[in-house]
């Protein structure tokens, strides 16, 4: 079969949409604020593995859709979203064969980029006010990285989605 | 080796393209309305998912209650009921006394607004933003603008609706004011939200204005949003400092915003002739000195 040919897609997409469900379900009010961006991760682990793919355009129809699940201001997550997987998709190959621990601090900053993006947007739109806990969902992500990958890399692997 | 961007557009192209439609979304937020509707009656099932896990845990702390602890709640709640239907009663008196009274000065009476019960969805929302999601939308006749309230007072207003869903934004946004009347001396004000679910601010009150701590704010209806004389906060604090040109006021709301479930979405009377109540209003408005 060749390469050029996608396979799997609806895995893809269907990890979209689980990844969509996890940011929008309701947690207790003191782990609220440590909510890992679960579409982020998912996103990022994709244009990673297939960054011919699923790349800039993709991250910014699914920050559209967060946008609008979320009741936020349009654009803010689908500008945001582009930018850090521009630089997912810049320096794939880097980060693929980066050791695990090294891979989920990028990860992680990259989450950082993310809110510092979405706060500076939010902050021009509307008002919004500055407040560490920002950063919480970075370190969440820090710690569930590892596993994200591994369960996308199996199921790419089972798949076969290319 | 895959054959990397062998062929398609740069990703700084695509970067561009992506950066572009986000400024125009931005810009354009406002007058994509209709869009934003549509889609995110696509995207509600999702929503109706997400809130399955919470409504289980509902469901499951429910039916694991004690027989003790129903017989306290049922003996709670007849106690409370006797008390709400005696004072109904008085209220029925009053109400009929007030039409009456109307009735000789030539104002229109009020009537009976429609009502539904609204069950909160526990989806989140943005951060930044106080929102709460409630379980009907443009199919039960929900919107744009339409009152909430709960049982202690104004909850926020409807700001987005979808077929199934409807987004409330609570009286605690930054972004809500409201405006109110304090029940003691009838001084008009306006109630703004700070971010703060158990505080809001009113905003260039004169230092002389008459206003104590434990006044009683209630909606004014001259927004012609939120109907006339439904309870929205308590006056905690009043400062008048010398160095500022107005006083400092703060407020607790009197819903409580941090653990509402169940909602009322209220029709306000005569919102399917919009074009003829405002006429028959003035003269309401005129009475309120």
Known sequence: ?162 | MKPIFARGISNQFRLTLAIVLSVILLVANDRLEPVRQSISSLLSPLQYVANIPGAVLDWSAESIATRNMLAKQNKQLLRQQLLMSERLQRFEHLRQENDRLRALLGSPVHMDSKKMVAEVMEVASDPFRHYVVLNHGARSGVFVGQPVVDAHGVVGQVVEISELTSRVLLISDVTHAIPVRVTRNDVRLVVQGIGELDELELRHVAKSTDLRVGDLLVSSGLGKRFPEGYPVARVMKVERDDGQSYATVTAQPLAALDRIRYLLLIWPDGNQSEQAEPKADEPKAEETP
């Not at chain 1, 997409?13 to 689980?18: A, I």
């Not at chain 1, 349009?74 to 621990?101: C, D, E, K, T």
């Open chain 1, 1 to 162: 079969m060749s390469m050029h040919i996608p396979h799997g897609r609806w895995v893809v997409w269907l990890s979209f949409l689980l990844a969509m469900l996890f940011q929008i379900m309701p947690l207790p009010g003191l782990v609220e604020s440590w909510r890992p961006d679960w579409l982020l991760l998912v996103m990022i682990y994709w244009a990673m593995a297939l960054p011919h793919r699923y790349n800039i355009l993709s991250a910014w129809v699914l920050g559209v859709l967060l946008d609008i699940l979320l009741g936020a201001h349009l654009g803010i997550r689908a500008l945001s979203m582009s930018l850090v997987i521009y630089v997912v998709v810049l320096h794939f190959q880097r980060l693929r064969n980066f050791p695990m621990w090294q891979q989920a601090l990028m990860v992680a900053s990259l989450v950082c980029l993310h809110h510092l993006l979405v706060f500076w947007v939010q902050f021009v739109v509307n008002v919004a006010s500055f407040d560490v806990s920002l950063f919480l969902p970075a370190l969440s992500s820090l710690i569930i990285w590892p596993w994200v990958f591994w369960m996308l890399r199996r199921i790419r692997r089972i798949y076969k989605v290319r």
